[in-house]
């Protein structure tokens, strides 16, 4: 599975972007999505993820009630809309790939098993 993520770059404070992955795999829909970022000089962390059927999504508590998941099968391409941006959620952000992944798990980076090249996404204040 390819995954190529977009829609990074630059925004203000409170500000808004999406950013968009989109996976090669025609069984798409078997993949539970997840969306990680990485901070200079710190570790990849967990961001938000959607489980492979149902709609069961799950967030890091930094993003909840800014950040949405969500994913259109037909077009085999999950989003991460992100509102009221702050300096600190600048990072570059990873899209992965567990098949029928599901449940908290998806909370764990070795749970995933591809991975996008990443997208940048600077806030600035």
């Known amino acids: 599975v390819q995954l190529q993520a977009s829609g990074g770059g630059l925004v203000q404070a409170g500000g808004s972007v999406r950013l968009s992955c989109a996976a090669s795999?025609?069984?798409?829909?078997?993949?539970?999505m997840g969306w990680f970022r990485q901070a200079p000089g710190k570790e990849r962390v967990f961001v938000a993820a959607?489980?492979?059927?149902?709609?069961?999504?799950y967030y890091a508590d930094f993003v909840k009630g800014r950040f949405t998941i969500s994913r259109d099968n037909a077009k085999n391409t999950v989003y991460l809309e992100m509102n009221s941006l702050k300096p600190e959620d600048t990072a570059v952000y990873y899209c992965?790939?567990?098949?029928?992944?599901?449940?908290?798990?998806?909370?764990?980076?070795?749970?995933?098993?591809?991975w996008g090249q990443g997208t940048q996404v600077t806030v600035s204040s």
């Open positions: 959607m489980a492979w059927r149902g709609s069961s999504t």
């Open positions: 795999e025609r069984t798409f829909n078997s993949y539970a």
């Open positions: 992965a790939a567990d098949y029928r992944g599901v449940g908290d798990g998806l909370r764990q980076i070795f749970e995933y098993d591809y």
